[in-house]
């Protein structure tokens, strides 16, 4: 029975964990990134929607509400399998040394892809009510379950409103072997990453087609579980996110016992406890439960989750550009040619693009707390090379938009930070979120771990995203020596650890 803090702990690099670590790779029974039925029917699906006009930046920075006029509220298969696509679908292939390599539209860590969506459905345009898993890798639905079954999800969120309306809530899951595979413990904390990013883009197309859409965190596990006919030792559901809204679902039909037949990903699974038993300690078991969830994280005081407001640091006022002068480069195309930066040039970039990417990328989220809160993490910059801010260490203050300066950086020291990986110093920022384990859980318990870390994976695919709209800048995401970034941040993070960490500059030509 693990705490979360106590996994957290376990799970941490230093450099002494890194240098010690006999492990290797066994290639021989490397997992499939897809997870693929034996006998299911399929509902093969047509072309994704390939443009949406709106812009990347304003898409993943705004919400479109239900009681404006333009939100959308029906939706049909297209819409769907377009909101697939960009969520998780393969957006590019690439020949490297004689193999074929399949991208997806959101960055995960070793290019694993461990997570999948399902979608749990009404009768919508083209589609029949059901429980839907998509298929990545031939852009297919599994039909899991014929009939209505968003009751079931309506009732795990104890009515939450906006699944008890949606004609669609997708679910989000983790098979943990197609991850721990190379990252073996550390799985738990990738899942809220990796899904994380697939979210910010499932949003942000949401956004782009007038869907209103939320991050829900507060469900009782094991119903969801039962509804994909998942083990929760194999594969564990993570996050609702309801699309779109209608008229109220209806009740609750039975669910009868499914486990439909999967081709085994590899020779032989490797078990890592240690993954599932985190995740099972923050499941909800009841009504009361999610309740009290939502109500714990709602009422806390502002300062409860150990963040900081602007302290006696110098400021610098950062100016992000409005919405007429923003790149316009669509969210689709946007996804199209997002990909990790391999190298970056150590020129600076403007300090205008550099605020409007912090602006749009790490403002509020849609959850069942409304966009401003909960405020769990803090956003950290080291900057190493923006037009007019001098080099160094800065809390980033989103509400004001104003960085304080907090100390000295260096581009060694930043590529050190990162798992010696000298790359991330060559890049213009480094941005860490961080977050207050103890504070958090102390607060809300073991679930409020998963939103921690959720937060920093949406920050981070966000930061993809307004990155990649501008024409030239690029990023990825990096791990980290987590005691390390704790002590370059102090003493105004030393209560934090981060969670995530996105470097981005200009490439190198
Ligand atoms: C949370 C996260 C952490 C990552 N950490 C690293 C890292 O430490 N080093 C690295 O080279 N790439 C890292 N990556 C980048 C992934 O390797 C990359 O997303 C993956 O190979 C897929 O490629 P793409 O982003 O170009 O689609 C990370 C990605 C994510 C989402």
């Given at each position: 029975?693990?705490?979360?803090?106590?996994?957290?702990?376990?799970?941490?690099?230093?450099?002494?964990?890194?240098?010690?670590?006999?492990?290797?790779?066994?290639?021989?029974?490397?997992?499939?990134?897809?997870?693929?039925?034996?006998?299911?029917?399929?509902?093969t699906l047509e072309e994704p929607q390939r443009s949406i006009n709106d812009p990347a930046l304003a898409a993943i920075s705004t919400f479109p509400r239900r009681d404006l006029d333009s939100a959308e509220t029906s939706i049909d298969r297209h819409a769907l399998q377009t909101l697939c696509h960009y969520a998780?679908?393969?957006?590019?292939?690439?020949?490297?040394?004689?193999h074929q390599m399949r991208f997806r539209a959101a960055a995960c860590t070793g290019k694993l892809y461990h997570i999948d969506l399902y979608a749990v459905t009404g009768d919508i345009s083209g589609l029949d009510a059901g429980v839907y898993h998509f298929d990545p890798e031939t852009e297919s639905f599994d039909v899991l379950r014929r009939g209505d079954y968003r009751g079931v999800l309506a009732t795990a969120t104890a009515d939450y409103s906006a699944v008890?309306?949606?004609?669609?809530?997708?679910?989000?899951?983790?098979?943990?072997?197609?991850?721990?595979?190379?990252?073996?413990?550390?799985?738990?904390r990738h899942a809220f990453w990796d899904s994380g990013t697939i979210l910010a883009n499932l949003l942000a197309v949401a956004a782009g087609l007038g869907y209103e859409s939320t991050v829900v965190t507060g469900f009782m596990d094991d119903p969801v579980t039962h509804l994909l006919g998942l083990d929760p030792t194999d594969e564990a559901p993570l996050e609702l996110i309801p699309v779109g809204t209608g008229s109220p679902v209806p009740e609750a039909p039975a669910v009868e016992q499914i486990s439909?037949?999967?081709?085994?990903?590899?020779?032989?699974?490797?078990?890592?406890?240690?993954?599932?038993?985190?995740?099972?300690?923050?499941?909800?078991?009841?009504?009361?439960a999610v309740r009290s969830?939502?109500?714990?994280?709602?009422?806390a005081a502002d300062d409860a989750f150990g963040v900081h407001d602007q302290g006696d640091g110098r400021q610098v006022p950062v100016d992000p550009v409005d919405d007429e002068t923003a790149s316009g480069r669509p969210i689709t195309n946007t996804i199209e040619r997002r990909g990790s930066l391999r190298e970056y040039s150590p020129d600076a970039i403007s300090d205008r693009k550099f605020?409007?990417?912090?602006?749009?990328?790490?403002?509020?989220?849609l959850t069942e707390w409304g966009e401003e809160r909960p405020r769990l993490v803090d956003y950290y910059c080291l900057v190493h090379a923006v037009d007019g801010i001098p080099s160094g260490v800065y809390q980033y203050h989103p509400a004001e938009n104003v960085?304080?300066?907090?100390?000295?950086?260096?581009?060694?020291?930043?590529g050190h930070l990162a798992l010696d990986q000298s790359v991330v110093g060559d890049a213009a920022v480094n941005l860490y979120t961080m977050a207050d384990i103890d504070a958090i859980v102390e607060q809300v318990g073991n679930r409020g771990y998963r939103l921690a870390q959720l937060v920093g994976g949406i920050a981070l695919g966000r930061l993809y995203l307004a990155t990649y709209a501008h024409r030239a800048l690029g990023g990825r995401g990096f791990t980290f020596y987590d005691g390390l970034?704790?002590?370059?941040?102090?003493?105004?993070?030393?209560?934090?650890?981060?969670?995530?960490?996105?470097?981005?500059g200009k490439p190198a030509c």
């Open positions: 029975m693990v705490d979360a803090r106590r996994y957290h702990e376990r799970t941490k690099h230093t450099p002494e964990s890194v240098r010690t670590d006999s492990f290797s790779l066994d290639f021989e029974n490397k997992p499939r990134p897809y997870k693929q039925y034996k006998h299911l029917p399929t509902v998780t679908g393969v957006t590019k292939t690439l020949e490297k040394q004689g008890a309306t949606a004609p669609v809530t997708f679910v989000a899951t983790s098979q943990w072997w197609r991850n721990a595979w190379k990252y073996r413990n550390r799985t738990y439909p037949d999967e081709t085994p990903l590899s020779d032989h699974v490797v078990e890592y406890p240690l993954v599932a038993d985190a995740w099972r300690q923050s499941t909800l078991e009841n009504e009361m969830w939502r109500d714990q994280v709602g009422d605020a409007t990417v912090l602006d749009r990328a790490l403002g509020g989220i960085l304080e300066h907090l100390g000295e950086t260096s581009r060694r020291a930043a970034v704790t002590e370059h941040l102090s003493p105004r993070a030393s209560n934090q650890t981060p969670m995530t960490l996105f470097a981005f």
